[in-house]
Structures are given as C-alpha cells and as structure tokens.
C-alpha cells in the first residue's frame, strides 16, 4: 500500500501538541471520531535488534539505524482483539507432563488472558479501557499495559441462545477418558442452560450425522441421552462436521437469539478439507448469517494451528479443556461469557507519541495484527467478545530520554452485536503516570501479565521481555501467588518452575 506523508504529518503535530499538555486523559466517543492516521505500517524491530541506548562509536552501525527508523509513519499498532486462552491450557497440559510445547504452539497474548485482571466495568454495554505501565530501571525501557474490559453478565440476565455442538468422535478422540471428558462437559453445559435456549448435536467422524435437531433445553432427558449417544467412529473429517453443523445453526436461526456452533475436538483433521482456509469458505454463507463459533479442544495430541485459525477467523474463540475443573470452568463459570455477546469485530489502536516513544514492540498478537487503515473499516474482521471479557495488551517501549507528557493513547472500537453500529472507547497515558518501578511500585496483576508473557516469550524463544529474566520468573511468580491469593497464580508459578527443568 502506498504511505501517506501528509496524514503522517498531521498525525504527529496532533501528538506532539498533546505532548505539551502533558497529563492522562481518559474518554468516550461517537463512532468517527478524529484520529491520527499514519502512513505505510512497516515491521517494527524489537527491542533487542534496536541495540539498546545509543554509544559514542556507533552511530555508523546497522544497530543505530534500525533505532533510527522509529518515524511518524510508524507510531500505530493496530490488532484485533482476542479472547483465546487455548495456547496456555495447551501448554499446561504438556509441561504437566513432562514436556515442553513446541514454540509455534505458544502465543504470548493467550498466557496473558488466562488471568484474572484488576480493570474496572463499565456501565453500559460497552469498553472500558484501562492503561498503565511500569519503568525497568537502568535501561530507558518501559511495559506497557492496555487492557480493555466488558461488564459481567448473570447466566440468568443472558439473551436466549441457540446452540450446535458439533462433537468429533474419531478414532484420535478414543485416547482413555477424552470422549468421557467431552460429554461430562456437553451435559454440564446442558444443565447450565435456561428456558429460551435451544440445543441440537452433530457429531462427525469420516461423515458427519445430525443426533439431534434443535430441541428446547427444557427438554434435557433428550439432550442427555443425545450426549449419552456418542460414540467413537473412524476418521476426522472436520470439515463435513462444521459444514453440518453450520447448516443446522442456519436452519434454527433466531435473530433475538445468539447462535453459536461450538465445536469440540482434538483438531486432528485428516478427511476432507483439512485447512481452515477450506473449511471456512464451505460455511462462509451460514457463518455470515450472525453464526459464531466457540472451539474447545480436547486431547493430548492437539492440532493447535487448526483450532486457533478456525477461531480466530471464523469470528469466535478458542479453549482448551483437559480436566472436569476446566469443563466447570468454561460451561458453568463462565457460561455467560463464552456463550452471549457485547461485540462485534473488537478492534484496538494505540497510538504512540514519538516525542516520547522512541520505539516499541507489541508481545505477541502476530495472527491479529492489522493495518492501520483497517480500524474504522468495519468489514475488516475483528474480535467477538463476551459479557465480562477483559483483553489484555502488553507492550516494550524505549523511552527517549528526558522526555514527558502523553506517552499514547488507546483506542477500542466495536460494532453493537444485534444492530452493527459502531462505536468506540479512548484512554490516554502520560509518561509522567509510568510506576518508577515494575516489580516494587506497579499494581499485582500488572506484574502477573508481565510474568505470563516472560514465561511465554522463554518458552518460544528462550529468552524474556525486559525486565523479566526468565531466571526471576519463578520467584516473581510466588510472591505473586502470595499477594493476589490467586491459585492459578501458584499454579503458574509451578508451570515455570518445571518447564526450567526441562530445558
């Protein structure tokens, strides 16, 4: 795509004029309003290809020029939002027992927001969005938090849904006690549901058979005994499961309803169309019809790539269950959450003040990051997110030294889930509201995401983020345990301790 200077320009008079007032801000608006725009999004370099503070003797080298290259043109992030927490259950799974994931399978944002975050809620039915960061003393870096937040939901206070469990019984879901797990979850869900809620079951192997057409969920006899029913086939061909599932969520539609297929499978495809580019475009017309899709993996042996991208662009969320407790989790705990919709197409911005900012790299969101220009395009996909959801960013930022005043701003925009309108949410953050440092001054979930992405960025890299040596993690992670009185803190405090032995 061809850059823009002069909304380049534009957009870094209006920040450097917003520098000069200095402060955090925070605010709401309509749809439309103005924000800087930015030329031609190119790749960032992290942090350490940045080469660190400049030196007398290297303003030649390559280092000095890719600092260098941090311009106007390049101050705005752009990501869809998303909820999936998959990459962590996946990854707890395997170092439970005695494995390390392989680094494709682990994806930074998804460790992240598998916690419990501290963000306020908002009144309405839209965002709040909350900023906040910590200085790593000694080396002009910073961490950066966004994190937006929708307002919780009563299971009761719910729209009514409409529910597909498309259920894979393959020959791969045969693995002692994986089909057990998937109708000890499909009848928990079950009992969980309310008056106005429907339910119908396909379950698929080398073909896929509808069990049950949408029956009321007061009928529960029958939708347990349609649970009882599944039974271990052959082959997986996921696709002729979603597309029959997908054609049964169009044929109950209910525009008053949320319609959701929710899938459950080890993602193992291997009849059929076994991509999810393929297997999407089959459903495309149906999925277009307000259909989404939640993917709740199973299975020791996971086809992880699968299930996330059928999620991620097939306008739903991905999770992992291995135990009872994670069923209870995902279908009684957080029914609401995962079955009702505050909205649609979530997208967030940030943009960055260049006076302040010289560089930054967001940690993870690679499958999610779009080009500035597609934010105020709703036909660009974003992410569906729940009642209740909150969504976490973490960023690395060089600060340029001595400065101060705004540091950037944060945008959320959403499209209204029943009638498509836009609308957004805007905080800002002054490098001034920065804690001085992030493991003595910052807030206690702050540095529990710091330790959830560290961890995540040494599983896939074998390195840490700054401030975060990975020698530290487990240690950080105690303390932590200890102050939120959290146990999936302590448990993640375990994980790091033993995925150290590992290596």
């Not at 932590?480 to 009185?485: D, M, N």
């Given at each position: 795509?061809?850059?823009?200077p002069l909304a380049t320009a534009l957009a870094a008079i209006a920040l450097l004029s917003a520098a000069a007032c200095g402060g955090s801000s925070a605010e709401k608006g ?207 061909n996921l696709e002729e499961g979603l597309t029959s599932g997908y054609a049964e969520a169009a044929t109950s539609f209910r525009a008053v309803a949320v319609n959701r297929v ?181 807030a206690p979930r702050f540095q529990v995401d710091v330790v959830a992405a560290g961890f995540a960025e040494y599983l896939r890299t074998g390195e840490g983020i700054a401030g ?36």
């Open positions: 795509m061809k850059s823009r309509a749809a439309g309003q103005p924000m800087p725009e930015s030329g031609k999004q190119v790749p960032r370099p992290s942090l350490a290809e940045t080469g660190g503070p400049a030196t007398s003797g290297n303003e030649g080298s390559e280092a000095e020029a890719a600092r260098r290259r941090d311009t106007a043109a390049e101050q705005i992030s752009t990501f869809a939002l998303d909820v999936d927490t998959a990459s962590y259950g996946y990854s707890r799974r395997i170092i439970q027992e005695g494995r390390l994931p392989e680094p494709g399978q682990v994806r930074p944002e998804e460790f992240v927001n598998s916690f419990a975050q501290d963000y306020r809620e908002p009144d309405d039915n839209g965002f709040t969005v909350h900023m906040d960061g910590a200085r790593v003393p000694g080396n002009g870096t910073a961490l950066l938090r966004v994190g937006l937040q929708t307002r919780r939901a009563a299971a009761e206070a719910r729209r009514p849904a409409n529910l597909t469990f498309v259920v894979d019984v393959s020959g791969s879901m045969s693995e002692s006690g994986r089909i057990d797990l998937v109708r000890e979850a499909l009848h928990k869900l079950v009992d969980q549901l309310g008056p106005g809620d429907q339910v119908s079951v396909v379950a698929f192997s080398d073909r896929a058979d509808v069990l049950l057409s949408m029956t009321p969920a007061t009928d529960r006899d029958r939708l347990h005994a349609a649970v009882e029913r599944l039974a271990i086939g052959r082959s997986t929710i899938l459950l499978s080890d993602g193992l495809a291997n009849v059929g169309d076994t991509t999810w580019q393929g297997i999407l475009a089959r459903v495309e017309e149906a999925a277009g019809k307000k259909i989404t899709l939640l993917c709740v993996g199973v299975g020791r042996d996971y086809g992880d790539q699968l299930m996330e991208q059928l999620a991620d662009n097939g306008d739903g969320a991905a999770v992992y269950v291995s135990s009872v407790d994670d069923a209870r989790k995902v279908f009684v705990e957080q029914l609401a959450t995962n079955l009702d919709l505050r909205a649609r197409d979530a997208k967030a911005q940030v943009v960055f003040n260049p006076s302040v900012v010289e560089s930054y790299r967001l940690i993870g969101y690679e499958n999610r990051q779009l080009a500035t220009e597609d934010f105020r395009d709703d036909a660009k996909d974003g992410g569906e997110i729940g009642p209740g959801h909150s969504v976490t960013a973490l960023y690395e930022v060089r600060l340029r030294g001595g400065a101060s005043g705004q540091l950037a701003t944060a945008t959320v925009r959403w499209q209204d889930p029943d009638t498509r309108d836009p609308a957004e949410a805007t905080r800002s953050l002054a490098a001034g509201d920065l804690a001085s440092s992030l493991w003595r001054d910052s975060a040596a990975p020698e530290d993690l487990a240690a950080h992670a105690t303390r932590l345990a200890a102050a939120t009185e959290d146990p999936a803190v302590t448990e993640l405090a375990t994980l790091i301790g033993k995925a150290g032995s590992l290596r």
